[in-house]
């Protein structure tokens, strides 16, 4: 067995050039091979067309070699965060490699022939969320280790001061959306269904031929409902206005790619609607989609004759003047919440947010009360809650408050996250039938042009497996588990009848199990947080995202301080490295300034878990050892506020992994379980200590000047490996072990 290590984009990337030498010298020692496999944006689309591209140009397809690993014992991967890609940043890497020479084909909008459409079904595998569905084969177990709480006891973050006057609030739809419409029902025997649109003209078209299905598999539709949606959206226009607050969209363009740009597309339309109105041909003509936002559409109407382009501008000032206050992604380069539909994430938003007093920026780049349109209510009723509760009661206090580790469902693309290939858009009415094997129809909606249906699917050895992780995770922490789910709801009233079996014949004797609606759990979870208790949150697929994310936030600072493990269902680990959502402008401030603030704790939190799983698995005694050094070395390093600066000039990401080296060098010196291994590190440990502050000094001076990489996406390996690793005092040592 072989930890695998992947690459991936952005800021994590930047990073693993400067720590993955460190990780390979240090596992060396203990004969412990780390194969570093590139599944970045650049080189998904890359191994999407071997056959356009010349042989110095093609690429493995990594994710399906670790889709296929990960389904084996011999599974060990750490997984850094990964762009998923929208249609934007889709169509922006593609640019970038075809600027490089890279022979790839454009990205079709509106494919008009087979070759087109072949073209577009090759994009679309890598698009949005393609990753975790592939190698998420197992569920999830996250949480904030011991030492990574404790610190932030002992270093609160600051919270921002909530005022019972705060007009902040969440506003969700109560019909007509996934939620109201939902379907659901558990298939009885192994076998395959179609989908099909019935036309109201007698039509019927298949939109998905065959999905296999097994024994046990959970299936359910939904419809979001375009008249309503835009009603709902319409309403909160001229409500942010009256109430005098920020229009904010959020929503997960990224994940949901299919649904959730569609409706970001549908809040950009709206707001702006007297310039789609007024100037629906001109865009038409300049190829705006309002699905890509307001950034696209601005870009696009610069190759307008100057007369249509100023008529268009002059529009887009009077919707901005005459509209509620936009909340802005970044107030001093005039970045909107609906000028890109992956610069809003939810569950990375809505956390910040609340976090500062429930406020978002305005255009003057000050904070001020908003509505937050969250236009699903399956799960808005999560931040609804917390809203209330931190107007009613202020912010948290993350040196008191306790913490909510989560087990979530998502093994084999369960929920929601495997919807994409089975989320259409209509563009007839009529309905939409799920049909089995013998002509029976298991699920159906009436549909209008514009409505968006989608499937999903959770099949039953993931639901068995979760109860069964959630029950060992109580069992271990004493700590009551909570079941997010609802009886209400027919997708969740399907998983109780496999969960309250499941519970009952298992051993729950002496744990506190609750099976509690969105409402009730995040009550319940908030009362005890503030309280001081820890309590486990067993989830879905999609509340684990955004748990995952907020619990950790308003705890710890950020969800990038996680531990997140993945206990594979044949035997393996994959082990996660936290959120990406910042990592752009991370990127943005390394480039401008050479300062790279992301914060590695992620990935070091990770490596103590796989080299125990590696421990056990290959019975190597030193992989063990390198386990208990490295988390040791991660509590002083938080304890000695080693972590990276936002400022540039101090220390970076490449200073904290040298004092992550430094410690992890000196703690296995010092112990005692091999006395081999020991002496190795004691001369590495004594010329770090020594050279410690020459090598900080070589670290920083660097910083203050502007980095070329060539490249975004697919940046230059060796100028971004010289870029990550300027000093030659640290690289002979670790050369030297």
């Not at 695998?4 to 091979?33: F, K």
């Not at 975790?132 to 002992?154: C, F, I, M, T």
């Not at 909160?236 to 005098?244: D, F, H, I, L, S």
């Not at 740009?261 to 950009?268: L, N």
Request: charged share 25%; hydrophobic share 40%; aromatic share 6%.
């Amino acid at each position: 067995m072989k930890i695998v290590y992947t690459h991936t984009d952005e800021a994590p990337a930047l990073a693993t050039q400067s720590l993955l030498p460190i990780l390979r010298a240090y596992a060396g020692a203990a004969d412990i091979e780390i194969e570093l496999r590139d599944i970045s944006l650049a080189s998904r689309i890359l191994a999407q067309f071997p056959d356009r591209l010349d042989s110095e140009h093609r690429v493995a397809d990594a994710l399906s070699e670790l889709g296929a690993l990960v389904q084996t014992p011999e599974a060990n991967v750490i997984k850094l965060p990964n762009i998923s890609a929208s249609v934007p940043q889709l169509k922006a890497a593609i640019a970038e490699l075809q600027e490089q020479g890279y022979k790839i084909p454009d990205y079709p909008e509106q494919p008009s022939d087979d070759e087109q459409r072949a073209v577009r079904a090759r994009y679309d595998r890598v698009k949005g969320s393609a990753v975790n569905p592939v190698l998420r084969q197992g569920n999830s177990d996250r949480r904030a280790s011991a030492s990574v709480k404790e610190y932030a006891r002992h270093h609160p973050q600051s919270m921002g001061a909530w005022s019972e006057d705060s007009q902040s609030h969440v506003a969700t739809m109560n019909e007509g959306d996934f939620r109201s419409t939902e379907q659901s029902v558990t298939v009885q025997r192994e076998g395959s269904v179609r989908i099909e649109h019935h036309g109201a003209d007698g039509k019927v078209t298949a939109l998905k031929e065959r999905i296999a299905l097994l024994e046990g598999e959970v299936i359910d539709a939904s419809v979001m409902r375009r008249e309503t949606l835009e009603r709902f959206l319409s309403e909160q226009v001229t409500e942010a206005k009256e109430q005098g607050v920020l229009f904010s969209v959020h929503l997960k363009a990224t994940m949901m790619r299919v649904s959730d740009p569609i409706i970001f597309g549908h809040a950009v339309r709206v707001y702006f609607a007297n310039v789609f109105d007024e100037h629906g041909d001109t865009l038409d003509s300049a190829g705006v989609d309002p699905n890509d936002g307001l950034g696209a559409l601005l870009k696009a109407i610069e190759k307008l004759p100057d007369d249509q382009r100023a008529a268009v501008q002059e529009a887009i000032d009077a919707a901005l003047r005459d509209g509620p206050p936009l909340a802005m992604v970044d107030s001093e380069r005039g970045i909107t919440n609906l000028h890109v539909p992956s610069d809003v994430i939810i569950d990375a938003s809505m956390p910040a947010a609340i976090r500062s007093s429930g406020q978002m920026w305005n255009s003057d780049g000050e904070l001020q009360d908003t509505k937050f349109v969250i236009p699903d209510h399956s799960y808005a009723a999560l931040y609804a809650e917390t809203v209330d509760d931190c107007r009613e009661q202020g912010a948290f206090d993350p040196a008191t408050m306790g913490t909510t580790p989560n087990v979530g469902l998502m093994a084999q693309a369960a929920e929601e996250y495997g919807s994409h290939d089975k989320t259409f858009e209509i563009d007839a009415p009529g309905a939409v039938r799920v049909i089995d094997d013998e002509g029976a129809t298991l699920l159906e909606h009436d549909v209008q042009p514009g409505d968006i249906w989608r499937m999903c699917q959770t099949k039953d050895a993931p639901i068995q497996d979760w109860v069964r992780l959630a029950l060992a995770r109580a069992r271990k922490t004493g700590a009551p588990a909570v079941f997010w789910l609802d009886e209400d709801r027919a997708h969740d009233a399907e998983l109780l009848k496999k969960v309250r079996p499941a519970l009952e014949e298992l051993d729950t004797d002496g744990l506190q199990i609750e099976i509690l609606n969105v409402v009730d759990a995040t009550r319940f979870t908030l009362q005890r947080a503030r309280a001081g208790y820890d309590t486990i949150s067993v989830t879905g697929n999609v509340l684990r995202d955004y748990l995952t994310d907020l619990f950790p936030i308003l705890e710890l600072g950020t969800s990038a301080k996680m531990q997140s493990i993945v206990p594979l269902m044949q035997g393996g680990g994959l082990f996660e490295t936290g959120a990406g959502g910042s990592a752009p402008r991370h990127v943005q401030q390394f480039l401008k300034e050479n300062h790279l603030r992301w914060d590695s704790l992620g990935e070091f939190l990770a490596l103590a878990p796989s080299f125990e799983l590696l421990a056990d698995k290959e019975d190597n005694p030193r992989a063990k050892v390198l386990a208990h050094t490295i988390d040791r070395a991660i509590g002083r390093l938080l304890e000695e506020n080693r972590s990276p600066s936002r400022k540039t000039g101090e220390l970076d990401n490449r200073g904290s992994h040298f004092y992550l080296a430094l410690y992890w060098a000196q703690e296995l010196a010092q112990q005692d379980e091999d006395a081999a291994l020991a002496e190795r590190f004691a001369p590495l440990a004594q010329r770090l200590s020594a050279d410690q502050e020459q090598i900080v000094e070589e670290l920083n001076a660097v910083q203050g000047s502007v980095v070329a990489i060539d490249g975004y996406y697919h940046p230059d390996a060796e100028q971004t490996a010289s870029a990550m690793r300027p000093s030659a005092t640290f690289n002979e040592a670790l050369e030297s072990l």
